[in-house]
């Protein structure tokens, strides 16, 4: 699709800034060509024709695969410790709690919430099957979310999926006998990310999560009903290693991008359904148990279009999230609404979702609805006041679960404010209009009134921000989804007169 027009507008420039620590992770120095004699040379119409098919390949292969390495990145780093953090890292097979509520202070993970309380954890099944156990919690949402490293959310055990219980998380391959009252939950692959979410009404309700917490387990199926206790390091590791995406780091060479990819497509098969395009990149010495740079087969202009890949795929995955925005946008009040969670072949989509949101879940957990813009496709700015208007027509939410509206700045995190607001919620005491309708006041300064104050966002003064909505357990994913049932709320500029442009009261 022509996307030019859209490139103009500001709001491309602001998503733009958004993927930045994307873009600039591809900068890299010229490299003389590996496995390959002489040096490409674009004037040869021949070496420019293999270049440009090895770019084109290596596109592909960048936006097929970067979810997968991005994934094991988010492995490496979380079970560099050998116990866990209280921040989601800790070793294989271990659950690490967050028993707290983020602040503006944590940096570790972008865009926050403060709806639930995460329990993470990264299974290794390959020896044996591994027993998570999920108690009965009683008018609290709870939920295992289970991903494989392709970033498919393939079960869910608690409030929605599978209901509480002990289910035996097993390896593609296995055969063996459960203990009674042991269920099988079969992964695609040997690795599972295990995203636990526990539902906190405040600050004040951390203990009874924290105790709810403590009931969450994992045992390996050999030590299942023993007293089974968690081993204990001699020496402890408690601080994480950041790792990254090989080959996208200044001073890399790109090529390690798609030798990483290589090993990661040996070590988890990837569907059959990949087979057609794994067909096309094996030309360019990309698949699985492939290194390209050590392919002496490879002539320099194929070497030099796989590098320039790299830079080009990330490019090219933005532009997917802008060409998605535009697309999106006008049918849902100015937001971006995705199907997340499975995607087949829909490797772009997968993409884009790693880059706003890795380890989304199936829509029908949760839909996060995403803005960085107003409903005219302007960026959002603290510069500016807004009125985020819900009809009510679309009131009460469209969840069986919760729902929020976060506020963050340009980075993802909280904006530090005085009242301590993050977000607004289903817990939130906001005040609706005579019709039913609701309005939602954000920006930077409290409203003077009491009642506007009920429904004020904080908005950090002079600088652009984002929104992100969580709609967990939505009661209808397709009205959703397509936006015939439900739309998210329409952010409208404050105009000098204190009117939104349709003639709605901004907060005095």
Known sequence: MEISQWARTRAFRIIVCACALMAAATAVRALPAAG???????NDPAQLAEYQHALRLGVQAY?????????????????????????????????????????????????PNHDTLYSMAWLDLRSQPIVAHMPVVHGRFVVFELVDPYTNNFAAIGSVGYPPGDYAIVAPGWHGRLPRGVHAIRSPQTRVWVIGRTYIKSAADTPNVVRIQN?????????WGTHYTLPRPKR???HATKYAVPGTQPGQDPLAFFDALGNQLAQFPPPAADTPLLTQLAAVGIGPGLRPSA???????????????????????KADLQTAFLMGAPAHSGWLVARTGTYGTDY??????????????????????????DNALHPLNGANRYVA??????????????????????????????AGVYLINNRSP????????LDLYIQPNAPSAALQRRNWLPSPAGRPFRLIMRLYKPASVEGVISGRTWQPPTVMPCLPSGLTATGIACAS
């Open 36 to 42: 390959a004699t002489g040096a490409y040379d674009p």
């Open 63 to 111: 936006v097929y695969g970067y979810p997968l390495l991005d994934t094991d990145r988010v492995f490496r780093t979380a079970t560099s410790v050998n116990v866990p953090d209280g921040s989601g890292a800790g070793p294989i097979n271990q659950f690490s709690n967050v028993r707290r509520l983020a602040s503006p202070n944590d940096k570790t993970v972008v865009a």
């Open 215 to 223: 009931e969450y387990s994992l045992t390996p199926l050999d030590k």
């Open 236 to 238: 402890v590791i408690a």
């Open 295 to 317: 392919t002496a087969r490879l002539d320099a202009a194929t070497v030099q279009g796989l590098r320039d890949a790299v830079a080009a795929g990330a490019r090219q995955v």
């Open 348 to 373: 772009s989509t997968r993409a884009l979702v790693d880059l706003i949101g890795l380890g989304a879940p199936v829509s029908s957990l949760a839909i996060y609805p995403f803005t960085v813009t």
């Open 389 to 418: 208007h819900i009809a009510k027509k679309y009131l009460p939410f469209p969840v069986k679960g919760f729902w929020s509206m976060t506020l963050y700045d340009a980075n993802g995190f909280f904006v530090p404010n005085p």
């Open 430 to 437: 906001v005040h609706y209009n005579a019709d039913g309708s």
